[in-house]
């Protein structure tokens, strides 16, 4: 199916993995403003891209694909070699930006971390997120420049918080 044929994928909430009950995703609290997407511990082998997912991607990329594989690459060399939760996507509709909703999503997904007692890892692309991500307790721990010209990365951990 080609790019232009293919229907459009909605973006949203969505549950990675079936973990055990203390590594359960947050449920999803759909604000109907914005995607989140997290990875419990236990769920992160799980959540490598199959072979008819990258054959997509590449398609979709098409010569970009190699410069994506190295990006991606020069993103985990840069990731937590210690178990943690992983926060793949947050974000909010633009027009309800400073509303809450993306706190609501990085909250509930924060809180189930804290209860296996664990650490959260991110990365942001975006200076401006930065502030953002600290104040719900991430620190930078380094920065990497992408390849190809690609942004900076902000690679971002919270320790767990005691419940």
């Known amino acids: ?7 459009a994928r909605r ?9 055990g009950p203390r ?3 947050p449920p999803r ?4 403003r914005g995607p989140v997407s997290w990875t ?3 769920g992160q082998e799980k959540s490598v891209p199959d072979a008819e997912t990258i054959a997509e991607l590449e398609e979709i990329l098409g010569d970009r694909a190699p410069l994506f594989r190295d990006a991606v690459a020069a ?10 939760w992983y926060l793949a996507v947050v974000g909010a509709d ?4 400073g509303q809450g909703h993306g706190a609501a ?3 509930s997904g924060l809180a189930k971390a804290d209860a296996a007692g664990l650490p959260v890892y991110l990365e942001s692309s975006k200076p401006d997120n930065l502030p953002f991500y600290e104040h719900f307790g991430f620190t930078v721990l380094g920065e990497a420049a992408l390849p190809g010209g690609g942004p900076a990365l902000w690679v971002m951990r919270r320790a767990p918080r005691a419940v």
């Open 75 to 84: 993103a985990a060399e840069q990731g937590p070699k210690e178990p943690q």
């Open 23 to 25: 590594d359960r995703p």
């Open 105 to 107: 999503l990085l909250r």
């Open 40 to 42: 419990p511990y236990r």
């Open 29 to 32: 609290r759909p604000t109907g």
């Open 1 to 7: 199916m080609s790019r232009a044929t293919r229907p």
């Open 94 to 97: 633009p027009a309800a930006r």
């Open 11 to 19: 973006c949203s909430a969505r549950r990675s993995v079936s973990p």
